[in-house]
């Protein structure tokens, strides 16, 4: 068996787990009756079950006692209308802003006559990460993420700039770790890999056809200074019974230096309106330049939003990897995590604290923490 078809397997496998995880539905057949009933009672004696494991979800839930304050979507911070004016940083955020809308509306100009009515714009998010723990220590992160509107060329090109790993991300991501430490471990800022992280720049075509049953993202560009790649993604949501929909997103990239890098998102979510929501997420990797065939992370969580743009969440994360024809689990533990917009809408602090462990490298369970200070533009 070659090393492809090693992945494709081990990928079906783990793919395949978390699917059963989802609870199929149970056929139970009854032990035939020794006593010599008549053929006519078989029907009884095999009961279908319409109920899954998921069935007992909401259940379980409602019955769960909470001394959590209620669900709120009440404004914390003033309206930007109403900050954009008042201080020194309220000026430079808003000519930031106006200064990427008006540079993305001269790059919309380049594909064709632009249209008043649909100017082009653009998002940027600058953001400070920071980690520490009592054997990596302190280490600091800075990251951009930027994307440009061209509706000129049909609304489906836009161009993404800075730290692409973030777009392999769920929309929902929560309980951040340093998965890609510094490369000089004596360094709490390493310069270089902040720039290579932070400098990629691409085309993105988005929902190319109509007849896929997905959304879809083709990007084509440059990241880590000379690595030429392609980045695809699919995307597909489900709403279930029950109040439940599951999120499936596939990601593939090619680069010339980085290779393959496949990543598989599933999302199973428990949503009811105006109640806190359930959530399972599951990631699998692989990645030529990754010493294991495949890495997996999954993170059972609860969310609350006490006022708008607030997150807490608490829950259970599990990881480990499979390599060699071995799985295996190498770090669990519980963690906790808020989010929220700071004096202003455009400024959000998020906090992490985990618990976990780390097998491989022969670590018991140890307090990790994350802040992110985060703009947006």
Avoid: C
């Avoid at 109920?51 to 304050?69: H, I, R």
């Avoid at 993305?104 to 649909?118: A, H, L, M, N, Q």
């Avoid at 009811?272 to 692989?286: E, V």
């Avoid at 462990?357 to 533009?377: P, Y």
Wanted: hydrophobic share 35%; net charge negative.
């Amino acid at each position: 068996m070659t090393i492809f078809q090693q992945t494709v397997t081990s990928h079906h496998l783990l793919y395949t787990l978390f699917a059963l995880s989802l609870g199929l539905p149970t056929i139970v057949n009854a032990a035939t009756n020794t006593t010599g009933q008549e053929s006519n009672n078989l029907a009884e004696a095999k009961v279908t079950s319409s109920e899954s494991l998921l069935d007992y979800v909401p259940k379980f839930v409602d019955a769960t006692p909470t001394f959590f304050p209620e669900q709120s979507n009440q404004s914390i911070v003033p309206p930007m209308s109403q900050t954009e004016d008042k201080t020194w940083v309220d000026r430079k955020q808003r000519g930031i802003r106006e200064w990427a809308d008006h540079t993305s509306v001269k790059i919309d100009d380049w594909f064709g006559d632009v249209d008043p009515e649909r100017p082009a714009s653009a998002t940027i998010r600058v953001m400070v990460d920071n980690y520490w723990n009592k054997y990596d220590e302190y280490e600091i992160k800075p990251r951009i993420r930027g994307k440009i509107k061209l509706p000129t060329l049909e609304k489906k090109f836009s161009v993404v700039f800075g730290d692409d790993s973030l777009d392999d991300e769920f929309s929902n991501n929560i309980a951040n770790t340093n998965t890609q430490p510094n490369q000089d471990p004596d360094k709490r800022f390493d310069s270089k890999q902040t720039r290579d992280s932070n400098g990629s720049i691409a085309l993105r075509w988005s929902d190319f056809s109509k007849k896929l049953p997905f959304e879809t993202d083709a990007d084509i560009g440059i990241r880590s200074g000379d690595d030429v790649y392609l980045r695809l993604r699919a995307k597909k949501n489900w709403d279930l019974h029950n109040d439940f929909h599951f999120n499936a997103e596939q990601i593939y990239r090619y680069g010339i230096d980085s290779e393959n890098y496949l990543r598989t998102n599933l999302e199973l979510i428990h949503a009811r309106p105006n109640q806190p929501f359930l959530s399972n997420q599951f990631s699998l990797t692989y990645a030529d330049t990754q010493d294991d065939d495949l890495t997996w992370d999954n993170r059972i969580f609860r969310q609350h939003q006490f006022f708008a743009n607030n997150n807490f969440n608490y829950g259970l994360y599990t990881g480990g990897y499979y390599n060699n024809n071995d799985l295996r689990l190498n770090s669990w533990g519980p963690f906790v995590s808020w989010r929220q917009p700071l004096w202003r809408e455009w400024f959000y602090v998020q906090g992490d604290l985990n618990y976990f462990n780390d097998h491989r490298e022969d670590r018991s369970h140890f307090i990790s923490t994350f802040v992110r200070l985060e703009a947006l533009f």
